[in-house]
């Protein structure tokens, strides 16, 4: 079994950014040697997620209005009591989209549908370099 460790920088900007980060991970499975096993992606921190969505202008403001109704920005959260960051919904939201996500990985090739892709979504009061650890499974 094939095992390969590497990590991605995404440059977010605040207030629920929604970055493409597809092209990247396939180009890590097909370098990592892999043809059939995983990939497993992990956000290094606590006020972002990862998902899988059609990344087209509608849904990705259909994504962010989802989340604001969810955890609003305007709400008080006890979290500013500790830190008065001014980012407690970023947390909120972080926790309910999680952190990682599988992908099974089919003749070298992610199994992700037509209109699939993944995304990082930056929960963040403020733009951010967010790192995305990666690591693909398999078999060569």
Excluded at 20 to 36: A, H, K, P, Y
Excluded at 123 to 130: G, H, L, P, S
Aim: hydrophobic residues 40%.
């Amino acid at each position: 079994m094939l095992v390969r460790n590497g990590k991605l920088r995404v440059q977010a900007g605040p207030e629920c950014d929604v970055v493409d980060i597809t092209s990247e991970v396939r180009r890590f499975v097909v370098e990592s040697g892999i043809r059939d096993g995983t990939v497993t992606l992990f956000n290094v921190g606590s006020t972002a997620g990862l998902t899988t969505v059609e990344f087209e202008p509608g849904c990705v403001q259909d994504l962010k209005e989802l989340f604001q109704k969810i955890a609003p920005a305007t709400r008080d959260y006890h979290h500013e009591q500790t830190w008065h960051d001014g980012n407690g919904y970023s947390h909120m939201r972080a926790s309910l989209l999680k952190p990682s996500l599988v992908v099974p990985v089919a003749e070298g090739q992610m199994r992700l549908g037509t209109w699939q892709q993944i995304v990082l979504l930056n929960f963040d009061n403020k733009a951010r370099t967010r790192e995305v650890a990666i690591q693909t499974m398999g078999i060569a």
